[in-house]
Nanobody
C-alpha cells in the first residue's frame, strides 16, 4: 500500500516535495518506484522511476534537471523534489511500485502493480 502526499498550489518557479510512503517495511528495497502524472484530458505520463535492482534513476526529458527522486529507507518513503516548477507541471501525481527493473518497463504504467492515490500539483503562472 502506497500513500502519496505533498501536493499543493505554487507559483511558477517555486518548489514542492512529494512523498510516497509504503506501509510495508523495506518495500522500496524490493520494488522499483515510479512517479507518473496526469493532467485533465490527457493520458497518464511517466515522470521518474528508480530501479530496485541497481538503483538507476530515469527522468522524463520534461523534468530532467528540475525534479529529483530520493529515498529514505528507514522511513519507507521516497521523495520527489520538484524545483523550478512550470504551469505545464500541473497535474495529479501518482506514485507506484513495480516488480520490474529496466528502463523500458518502468516507463510504462502497465508494469506497475501498486498505485498510491494521486496528489494534486497546481502551478500558477
Amino acid at each position: 500500500q502506497l500513500q502519496a502526499s505533498g501536493g499543493g498550489l505554487v507559483q511558477a518557479g517555486g518548489s514542492l516535495r512529494l512523498s510516497c510512503t509504503a506501509s510495508v517495511p523495506s518495500y522500496f528495497g524490493t520494488y522499483s518506484v515510479g512517479w507518473f502524472r496526469q493532467a485533465p484530458g490527457k493520458a497518464r505520463e511517466f515522470v521518474v522511476s528508480k530501479s530496485y535492482r541497481d538503483g538507476k534513476t530515469w527522468y522524463a526529458d520534461s523534468v530532467k534537471g528540475r525534479f529529483t527522486l530520493s529515498r529514505d529507507n528507514a522511513r519507507n518513503t521516497v521523495f520527489l523534489q520538484m524545483d523550478s516548477l512550470k504551469p505545464e507541471d500541473t497535474a495529479l501525481y501518482y506514485c507506484a511500485a513495480s516488480g520490474y527493473y529496466s528502463y523500458s518497463d518502468l516507463t510504462s504504467t502497465v508494469r506497475y502493480s501498486d498505485w498510491g492515490q494521486g496528489t494534486q500539483v497546481t502551478v500558477s503562472s
